[in-house]
């Protein structure tokens, strides 16, 4: 029983090294192209972004991994435990961009406060970063979101990736394209053959995530095009 007490414990703090190793070296990557404070702050707001995830994981009682890094790639958190239906995805997906909204919010209000253009270029990151992740294509977080409404959403979805594939071509955003192919065939299938039960869910709830996903998508439009457009006139 010692040895395995031993073992898990070893196994739990190898996981959490591999987080905080992860995130240094993120860090670490950024620095060399943005600079170290620049760095700091950008893998700030990818770790709040992911313990939104995290959070709200939790409270729904889901087993659920620290956040690991990849530099110029992102964070992700491991769902040990899947969800149980569409809804509690939707919850666990929404919670990211929320969080890391308001966060970016905070830097760009310490950006005013101190007349900081790296800060102002930071929240602006922040706002595209969260913005991006709303597309409603599975497996980014809008997909997630928008899939209790309907899963074919998701084919709107796809023309976006297109589209800012074209504005900023990066093999990441292939990747997420090829990704999206499984759930993209999924709700081709579910045309013909009717919706699964993993996705029905009452009007209420539809309407409810349909008008938080429509809501938290605009403001952040809205306020990373201010703030773009502060970038621009102080070139």
């Known amino acids: 029983m010692k040895a395995l007490f031993l073992l898990f414990n070893a196994t739990k703090f190898g996981k959490f090294f591999i987080s905080i190793g992860s995130m ?34 939790k409270r729904r009682g889901m087993i659920v991994g620290m956040p690991t890094f990849i530099p110029f790639v992102g964070a992700w958190i491991e769902l040990k435990s899947q969800p149980l239906d569409s809804e509690t995805e939707a919850h666990v997906a929404m919670a990211g961009p929320v969080l890391g909204g308001a966060a970016a919010f905070l830097v760009y209000l310490l950006s005013v406060q101190f007349d900081s253009r790296m800060l102002l270029s930071l929240a602006y990151a922040g706002f595209v970063l969260n913005l991006f992740n709303l597309i409603p294509l599975t497996p980014l ?62 009007a209420k709830t539809r309407l409810n995530y349909g008008v938080q996903y429509l809501i938290l998508t605009g403001l952040l439009c809205i306020v990373a095009f201010d703030i773009h457009e502060q970038l621009s006139s102080s070139n």
């Open 24 to 57: 240094f070296l993120s860090i670490g990557a950024y620095a060399l192209r943005y600079g170290w404070t620049y760095a700091i702050g950008f893998v700030f707001l990818l770790l709040v972004h992911e313990l939104g995830h995290y959070v709200a994981a």
């Open 141 to 202: 977080d809008g997909g997630r979101i928008v899939s209790v409404v309907s899963p074919k959403i998701w084919f709107i979805g796809l023309p976006l990736l297109i589209a800012v594939f074209c504005w900023k071509p990066s093999p990441l955003l292939i990747l997420i394209g090829v990704l999206s192919l499984p759930g993209l065939w999924m709700a081709f299938k579910q045309i013909g053959e009717g919706e699964s039960p993993y996705y029905r869910e009452s």
